[in-house]
C-alpha cells in the first residue's frame, strides 16, 4: 500500500511539474528574455534551458541538500535524463519525419556534451566531489555560452528557425490540464494575462518547482527503501523519463513541423545544461555552506550509465557524420531500441 501511495505521488509530481514549468515558469522567462533583449543564441543556451531542465536542476539541488547523503538521486536523474534525451527524444523525433541536419551547431553541441561527460566521470571516478572540479564544470558552462554567441562567426550557416520558438510547441490541452492550469493560476499568477506580474510569477513558480521536486526525490527514496534497491536506480530510470516526457512531447511537435535541427539541439543542448549547470550549482552551494568539504557520490549504480552514455554520444555523433548529418526512421528506431536495452541492462542490476 506505501508503494502504491509512493507511486501515485511520483506521478502527481511529473504531471504538476510539467504544467508549473510549461504553462508558467517558462512564460515568465519568456518575458524576462524580452525585457534583457537577449539574442535567440544566448536566450536559449541559459534562460530557455533553465525553462526546459528546471525539474532535472530542482531535483538534483533538493537531493544533494537532504540530509542523508543521497547525492547520487540527483546526480542519477541527471545522468539517466542525458541518456534518455539522445536515445528516445532524438530517436523519438526521426520517427516521425526525416532530418537533415546543420553541421556546424551539432558539432558545437555535441563537442561540448563530451567535454561534460569526460568532466563527470573524472568528479565520479573516486566517489569524492572537489571544489575544483565543481569550478571546471561552471568555467565549461560559461565557455559554451560564449561559443553559442560566436559559433555563427567563426562557422557561418543559415539559421531557418529560431531556438526560442520551441516553448511555442505545445500539446493540445485535454480537460485535467486546463483545470490544473486554473487552480495553479490562484497561486501564481498567469503572466499571459498580466506581464507586469513576471518576476512574482517567476519566484512563485521556482517556489512550486522546488517543492515538487523534493515530493519527487522523498517518493523515489521510500520506493527505493520499499523495494530494498539504490534509489539512484530509480532516478537513473523512473525519475529520468519522468522529468524528460515534456522535453519528449515538445521535440516530438516541432520535428513533425519539419525542424529536426531544433529537436536535436534541444536534447543535446539539455544534456549540456543538465550535467554542468544542473550539477555544478547545486554542489558549488553545498561546498559554500559546508566550507569546501568534499561531498561523497555514492557511484556504484552511476559509473557504468554514464560510460554507456559516453558510447552512446559518441556513436551517435559518427552515425551523423557517416550519414551526411540527416536522421530516419532506422536510426530512430536503432536508437529507441538502444534505450529498451539500456533499461534492461539497468533493471538487471536490482535483480
Avoid at 547525492?71 to 539517466?80: N, P
Avoid at 573524472?122 to 566517489?127: A, P, Q, T
Avoid at 575544483?132 to 568555467?139: A, K, M, Q, R
Amino acid at each position: 500500500m506505501l508503494l502504491i501511495g509512493y507511486c501515485l505521488v511520483l506521478l502527481a509530481c511529473f504531471y504538476l511539474l510539467a504544467v508549473v514549468c510549461e504553462e508558467f515558469f517558462v512564460e515568465s522567462l519568456d518575458v524576462i528574455i524580452d525585457r534583457l533583449k537577449l539574442s535567440p543564441d544566448v536566450a536559449g543556451a541559459t534562460f530557455m534551458a533553465v525553462g526546459s531542465s528546471a525539474p532535472e536542476l530542482f531535483t538534483s539541488l533538493i537531493a544533494v541538500l537532504r540530509p542523508g547523503g543521497h547525492a547520487d538521486v540527483g546526480a542519477g536523474a541527471i545522468v539517466g535524463s542525458a541518456i534518455f534525451n539522445i536515445l528516445v527524444i532524438i530517436g523519438g523525433s526521426a520517427l516521425f519525419k526525416r532530418a537533415v541536419l546543420t553541421w556546424q551547431p551539432v558539432v558545437r553541441d555535441s563537442l561540448f556534451h563530451f567535454l561534460s561527460i569526460v568532466l563527470l566521470l573524472f568528479s565520479f571516478w573516486d566517489g569524492v566531489v572537489q571544489w575544483y572540479e565543481v569550478l571546471s564544470f561552471l568555467t565549461l558552462y560559461g565557455v559554451y555560452i560564449f561559443a553559442v554567441t560566436r559559433w555563427k562567426r567563426w562557422f557561418p550557416y543559415k539559421q531557418s528557425e529560431d531556438p526560442l520558438d520551441v516553448v511555442d510547441a505545445q500539446v493540445q490541452k485535454n480537460f485535467l490540464a486546463r483545470s490544473s492550469r486554473l487552480v495553479l493560476s490562484y497561486i501564481i499568477p498567469d503572466v499571459k494575462k498580466d506581464k507586469t506580474k513576471y518576476l512574482y510569477t517567476f519566484f512563485m513558480a521556482i517556489m512550486a518547482i522546488a517543492g515538487l521536486s523534493y515530493a519527487l526525490v522523498e517518493s523515489a527514496i521510500g520506493i527505493g527503501e520499499v523495494l530494498q534497491i539504490s534509489p539512484a536506480i530509480i532516478a537513473l530510470t523512473v525519475l529520468a523519463a519522468g522529468t524528460s516526457i515534456p522535453d519528449l512531447l515538445s521535440s516530438i511537435i516541432v520535428a513533425k513541423k519539419g525542424r529536426g535541427d531544433m529537436a536535436v539541439s534541444n536534447a543535446i543542448g539539455s544534456n549540456i545544461f543538465d550535467i554542468l549547470f544542473g550539477l555544478g550549482v547545486p554542489w558549488a552551494v553545498v561546498l559554500l555552506a559546508s566550507g569546501g568539504v568534499p561531498i561523497q557520490v555514492s557511484t556504484e549504480n552511476l559509473l557504468s550509465s554514464i560510460f554507456l552514455l559516453f558510447a552512446t554520444v559518441v556513436s551517435v555523433f559518427f552515425v551523423l557524420f557517416l550519414r551526411n548529418w540527416t536522421l530516419g526512421k532506422r536510426a530512430g528506431w536503432i536508437l529507441i531500441g538502444l534505450y529498451v536495452l539500456y533499461l534492461g541492462y539497468t533493471v538487471s542490476l536490482v535483480v
